[in-house]
């Protein structure tokens, strides 16, 4: 349909018709089927508004959408369809890992083509848009969100929201098979609650907010995303749902973004608990200014909109406006001509889990785990060594994070199923103990995940544990959090690894010393004990489907983990938010001042976290050469290109992530200490070696300065290049 059409279709529509496009219900309502992901009690629907909702959230099957279609078409005077929505965040049936593992991959191909393979799953199964990619900036890891970002750096989000949102949406027209449309959220700074807390105030200066936090959202839209959601925060005290400068001027206005906006989930509601609104009404009016399309699961649009224009309190014009850019993007999606896109049970029965699919989730999973300390005991030998593999983690099904909503728990494979089927034969499997301690909170929680103990008591788990590692060679110990101590209203103020598996740890430590951890989680954990006293770490995250064959694939050196940390382990909690791109402030301190008092750092732990961004080991060893720049000064308008060569001078075939930093040393304002520009992940064979060039341009040195221009100031520059963000390899340029 061309938008003539549409417009057409848009005058022939009551005002109470276009009101009904601008709501969203969830699936739930319709069937008992699908999946609730927020508070129900905003809710408070009549049956007729959830008849006449424009769009769904929260269902997904062919068979379950086509129904609910089918249904909706036969009431539908105008014939436009509805829109299926669901959060796919790392897959819909093939699940891979959480997004900040596929952050730690640094390798955007592979994070594309998952996005194109859950996009095929889920448009078979009747979707029409997913919640994703989040690229909200994350560092401060209390905050349970952190799983479903790529991490604690601007650039690095930004190309990973570049390719998830070319992934789902590919980049030709949404309307053709497989594609669905992204939605860039939370707009915006949602990842930076105070103190870690989900929902929490967020304080960012506007420049930090520019520089830091917008960049991934705008290459979202840069990429073409379809549609962009709102976060639940307040920035400079603004809830964003009714934030106009934010959402008009900044998304519409400077970023050029004409898709639809679509609430949180009840976030307008939301606006009367932040004190923005009185009522829903005002709450109503504030949103439709501000630009919100669709009310996710309130009764605010549905109920109070056309008493505002009756009143002439809003106008017309923003109903029209919103009701408009949905119906393009149903048109978009080539709903209009086939309202059931590409839901097909075949086709989902084909597509589910094939083995193209899973060979891609494993393949990410071995790419996105993190070697974080190996004192030569891994990779583990196949034959002539007996390995006690021991911790709750062993044989634990839940393994693919709290957003896999349609996931098969029981179709992820366990570290004990990994490794049998890599047939290894001396090693036995003992839980130890159980997942979490009394006090986690999570027993309060209503998530069906088997938190339980199995039939063995505390003291036989242990018993059976101790006897296993003292027989054994090398103990393995998957330990960590469970996967609902990750995700959305999940903060936790103590992130260390459950007491009841550090206890376990200490135990089998006193009897054998000799311990691999391969550790899960949704976030960076403190582990410092762990780390000092455990021979290897192997970090797993939640790594999804194809988890245990791929851990068993590392662990007995079948893969080499090319993993880098996508955001900074902290030394302690204490020392959080911390990041690599810090500022010096004017008391710098540096190892060499020891004892100088009066210097920015604490008194009992260091500056630097346990593992920073960016860090991660290999079985093999990599050199790299010193950095060498084609010119040492660079012109405005030219580019410059800084180099090195890397060598694998090890005896394994690996991938080395070759990380470019650029630090401005004077500007108008202060400047981080380092920000990555620029990485590569290359592949090297024994004694084989690459040159790899970095271009730099002016355009990568430009910040916000002192008048909040864009731009970028001459001056000198320093370029690092190397394994990780404390590279000391560099070398000075000038911008002339
Ligand atoms: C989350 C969103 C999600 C939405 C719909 C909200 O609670 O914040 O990220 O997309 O629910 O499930």
Redesign the pocket.
């Known amino acids: 349909m061309d938008k003539e059409k549409l417009i057409e279709l848009l005058e022939d529509m009551s005002m109470e018709e276009k009101i009904d496009q601008l709501l969203q219900v969830c699936c739930y309502y319709y069937e008992k089927e699908g999946?609730i992901?927020?508070p129900e009690n905003a809710a408070g629907f009549s049956e007729e508004e959830v008849q006449n909702a424009g769009s769904v959230?929260?269902g997904g099957g062919a068979k379950l959408l086509r129904r609910i279609q089918e249904n909706y078409m036969k009431k539908q005077p105008h014939h436009i369809p509805l829109l299926f929505?669901?959060?796919v965040?790392n897959g819909y049936r093939t699940i891979f890992p959480i997004p900040l593992a596929q952050g730690a991959t640094f390798n955007p191909e592979i994070v594309e083509k998952a996005a194109a393979i859950s996009a095929k799953e889920s448009a078979a199964a009747g979707l029409h848009v997913t919640?994703?990619p989040?690229v909200d900036l994350v560092r401060d890891a209390r905050w349970g969100?952190v799983m479903?970002s790529a991490g604690e750096d601007a650039f690095l989000n930004s190309c990973f929201s570049k390719a998830m949102v070319e992934g789902y949406q590919g980049k030709g027209e949404l309307k053709e098979k497989g594609r669905i449309a992204a939605?860039v959220?939370?707009f915006a700074g949602?990842g930076a609650p105070i103190a870690g807390r989900d929902y929490n105030t967020v304080e960012l200066s506007e420049r930090t907010l520019r520089e830091d936090y917008l960049p991934a959202y705008k290459a979202g839209v840069d990429a073409g995303s379809a549609t962009v959601?709102t976060?639940?925060n307040t920035l400079d005290r603004v809830p964003s749902t009714g934030n106009k400068k934010l959402l008009r001027d900044i998304l519409r206005g400077e970023m050029g973004f004409d898709g639809v906006i679509i609430s949180?989930?009840?976030a307008i509601e939301e606006l009367i608990h932040h004190g923005m609104a009185g009522d829903k009404k005002e709450a109503a009016a504030l949103a439709i200014e501000a630009g919100v399309d669709i009310d996710?699961?309130t009764t605010c649009y549905c109920g109070n909109l056309k008493k505002l224009i009756e009143e002439n309190e809003i106008d017309e014009a923003l109903i029209n406006e919103a009701a408009l850019r949905i119906l393009e993007l149903k048109n978009r999606l080539g709903l209009f001509e086939n309202p059931y896109k590409d839901a097909d049970e075949a086709e989902e029965a084909e597509l589910f889990l094939c083995e193209e699919h899973r060979k891609t989730a494993k393949d990410m999973a071995i790419e996105s785990m993190v070697l974080l300390k190996n004192d030569n005991i891994l990779p583990l030998q196949k034959e002539g060594q007996s390995i006690a593999f021991i911790g709750p983690h062993v044989n634990n099904k839940w393994i693919s994070g709290v957003?896999s909503?349609f996931a098969r728990i029981d179709e992820n494979v366990t570290v004990e199923e990994g490794i049998r089927n890599l047939g290894i034969k001396d090693v036995n499997f003992a839980r130890g103990c159980g997942f979490i301690d009394p006090d986690s909170g999570i027993d309060t929680f209503h998530d069906n995940q088997n938190v339980s103990e199995d039939s063995k008591n505390a003291d036989q788990l242990l018993e059976e544990a101790l006897q296993n590692a003292k027989r054994a060679d090398v103990v393995v110990m998957p330990i960590g959090e469970i996967s609902i101590q990750s995700g959305?209203?999940s903060s936790r103020a103590s992130i260390d690894i459950p007491k009841v598996q550090m206890d376990l740890f200490e135990k089998i430590y006193e009897v054998n010393q000799n311990i691999v951890v391969v550790l899960f989680n949704g976030r960076p954990l403190t582990i410092k004990d762990l780390s000092e006293k455990a021979k290897a770490v192997l970090e797993v995250w939640l790594p999804g489907t194809e988890g245990g064959n791929a851990i068993a694939d590392v662990l007995f050196g079948n893969a080499n983990p090319s993993g880098r940390l996508s955001m900074s382990f902290p030394y302690s909690v204490g020392q959080i938010p911390v990041y690599y791109s810090e500022f010096h402030t004017g008391r710098p301190y540096s190892d060499e001042q020891k004892d100088v008092k009066y210097l920015s750092k604490y008194l009992d732990i260091p500056n630097t976290p346990l593992y920073p961004f960016g860090y991660g080991l290999s079985y093999t060893d990599f050199e790299i050469s010193q950095v060498t720049l084609d010119k040492s000064e660079l012109q405005n308008g030219e580019s410059l290109e800084a180099s090195v060569t890397v060598k694998n001078a090890g005896r394994f075939t690996g991938k080395e992530v070759v990380q470019m930093y650029i630090q401005d040393k004077v500007g108008s304002v202060s400047r981080p200490v380092r920000q990555l520009k620029g990485f590569r992940k290359i592949e090297l064979q024994p004694g084989e070696e690459r040159k790899v060039i970095f271009t730099i341009t002016e355009d990568m040195l430009k910040f916000y300065d002192i008048n909040m221009n864009f731009t970028s100031e001459s001056g000198e520059f320093t370029v690092y290049i190397g394994s990780d963000s404390r590279t000391q390899n560099k070398q000075d340029f000038v911008l002339v």
Do not use: N, P, Q
């Open positions: 999946v992901t927020g959230l929260g929505m669901a959060d965040i919640f994703s989040m969100r479903e939605c959220k939370h949602y959601m976060s639940f949180d989930w009840a996710m699961m957003w909503i959305e209203a």
